[in-house]
């Protein structure tokens, strides 16, 4: 398996260095893309896809919010990242598919740009590092707030939005931490930069409601389904800053992140400072589904068919 060599633009595959943009296309100036993080795994049976149909809904969905006409139907773009896989020879990667609004117009009002439509795929390990997989992340509070619900819309995975992250994440590696947790413009718990979050308190597992300035994370419903399947009991409500430091386990999932256990919130342990039963069995069975190393009894998995020769 070697680097990605292609790009898929606009329903066929191009050379790496021919996937350009203008300099004044919309999207370098006023933030105006969309965009998937997407992985796919390479499982006994071949490379599979987590999740494509959900993430290209998600995609569509972003697109909706910002009246950006997207041609393509999920279909086709899950068939386009099958297509990028498969035209890189690749087995695991994280796809990245991104909608941006193109063209040479000056001009905030975006609806008049031509839109285009790429996906790229690279070979990412875990975003947070194997170490913290495995022992947990220290992180802070940050801060930086998400914005507020009239500001800007977080159920869009929107380029803009990433400045906001950009905000918390470098004050969380300035000071020495891996991540920052946000709260919401109310002072409500809301998610990292890049992940969503979870608590455990008494057993009960406890999440953030998409109304708390939150991405509506694809790997957050699959940890709630797995959660509910192991029979612990799952509660999307408003987290106060405190509920963090009594927390007896915390973990932040995400497609990049996966499921990675948090160690310490503002230097104050999480619970006993190591990665509590419930983040360990949900972590695992997220993690053997994605990997086709447990029976994928939700149809979470798209295969990707690789050539016979390969
Ligand atoms: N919140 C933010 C801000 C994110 O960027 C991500 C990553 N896409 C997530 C949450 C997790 O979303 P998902 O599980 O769908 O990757």
């Not at 499982?43 to 149909?53: K, V």
């Not at 905000?167 to 998610?191: C, H, P, T």
Request: net charge negative.
């Amino acid at each position: 398996m070697s680097n990605p060599t292609k790009i898929w633009r606009d329903g066929r595959l191009v050379n790496w260095d021919e996937a350009t943009i203008h300099v004044m296309s919309h999207v370098v100036h006023y933030g105006s893309s969309v965009f998937e993080g997407v992985r796919c795994y390479d499982t006994p049976t071949g490379p599979a896809i987590f999740r494509a149909r959900e993430h290209m809904r998600r995609l569509r969905d972003s697109a909706r919010i910002y009246r950006i006409e997207l041609p393509h139907s999920a279909d086709d773009l899950v068939q386009g990242m099958i297509d990028t896989i498969v035209g890189n020879d690749l087995r695991g990667c994280y796809l990245r598919p991104v909608v941006i609004r193109a063209g040479e117009q000056m001009g905030v009002l975006g609806t008049g740009a031509p839109v285009e439509t790429f996906i790229i795929a690279k070979v990412w390990d875990t975003y947070l590092g194997a170490e913290a997989f495995e022992s947990g992340c220290d992180v802070c509070v940050s801060s930086w707030r998400r914005a507020a619900p009239d500001t800007f819309p977080t159920m869009a995975k929107a380029g803009g939005n990433y400045m906001n992250s950009q905000l918390s994440k470098m004050e969380a590696k300035q000071n020495g931490y891996s991540e920052g947790i946000m709260l919401d413009s109310f002072g409500f718990v809301a998610e990292g930069s890049g992940e969503n979050l979870f608590l455990v308190r008494d057993g009960v597992l406890y999440t953030a409601p998409v109304g708390s300035a939150i991405l509506n994370g694809i790997t957050r419903d699959s940890v709630m389904r797995i959660a509910r399947d192991q029979g612990i009991e799952v509660r999307e409500q408003q987290l106060p800053r405190e509920f963090l430091y009594i927390a007896d386990e915390a973990f932040f999932c995400g497609t990049a992140a996966e499921l990675t256990p948090i160690r310490s919130i503002d230097r104050i342990p999480v619970g006993s400072g190591r990665p509590g039963p419930v983040t360990k069995g949900i972590q695992r069975e997220y993690m053997g589904i994605a990997k086709g190393e447990i029976p994928d009894r939700h149809g979470w998995l798209t295969p990707v068919p690789v050539p016979a020769s390969v």
